[in-house]
T-cell receptor, first 110, second 115 residues
């Protein structure tokens, strides 16, 4: 699976959009971009995933660049409960392994 | 109803003991996993079972033995516990072990402390 690079930490004001970047410059054509988050002391929670096109669900939006070498997770209106570590993971479609990196600690401030 | 549940939530034990952590999923998934999160917060896969068959076995000491009595359960048994086994252990499940965009659902974790 391709390696990902994320900032160690980010801050965001409550009610504002949180934009979390991820670089995956060695991504292969058969690899998806996944985002999970882990709120303190809880199990990781799936957020969203995509291959080429931008994706949106009730939790977030995922913007993938045309060359697929980077992506951005967008939480449109961050709340205090969105404070968590966010993991960007690149994963092949034929395998089940999720390889977690260090992630980005997002802190949403009141 | 909890989709993926683990028991116990906390486990404190002495070095050298044998202990088990239980995991159950009620999602009807075919694949289950065990992950370990150490004190530095790195989350690493340990095992994966698909329909009761082992499909991933990372470089884990053979003191760790997963057991899947049926596809809704994947228990983790640990023999001769060592200090370094102290960590949070997460169980997860997914619809299958391959395919397009398969999603894993995680349990709440079991915090194991070895004294």
């Amino acid at each position: 699976d391709a390696k990902t690079t994320q900032p160690t930490s980010m801050d965001c004001a409550e009610g504002r959009a949180a934009n979390l970047p991820c670089n995956h410059s060695t991504i292969s054509g058969n690899e998806y971009v996944y985002w999970y988050r882990q709120i303190h002391s809880q199990g990781p929670q799936y957020i969203i995933h995509g291959l080429k096109n931008n994706e949106t669900n009730e939790m977030a939006s995922l913007i993938i660049t045309e060359d697929r070498k980077s992506s951005t997770l967008i939480l449109p209106h961050a709340t205090l409960r969105d404070t968590a570590v966010y993991y960007c993971i690149v994963r092949v479609t034929s395998g089940s392994r999720l390889t977690f990196g260090e992630g980005t600690q997002l802190t949403v401030n009141p | 109803d909890t989709a993926v549940s683990q028991t116990p939530k906390y486990l404190v034990t002495q070095m050298g003991n044998d202990k088990s952590i239980k995991c159950e999923q009620n999602l009807g998934h075919d694949t289950m996993y065990w992950y370990k999160q150490d004190s530095k917060k790195f989350l690493k896969i340990m095992f994966s079972y698909n329909n009761k068959e082992l499909i991933i076995n990372e470089t884990v000491p053979n003191r760790f033995s997963p057991k899947s009595p049926d596809k809704a359960h994947l228990n983790l048994h640990i023999n001769s516990l060592e200090l370094g086994d102290s960590a949070v252990y997460f169980c997860a499940s997914s619809q299958s072990d391959r395919g397009l965009g398969d999603t894993q659902y995680f349990g709440p974790g079991t915090r194991l402390t070895v004294l």
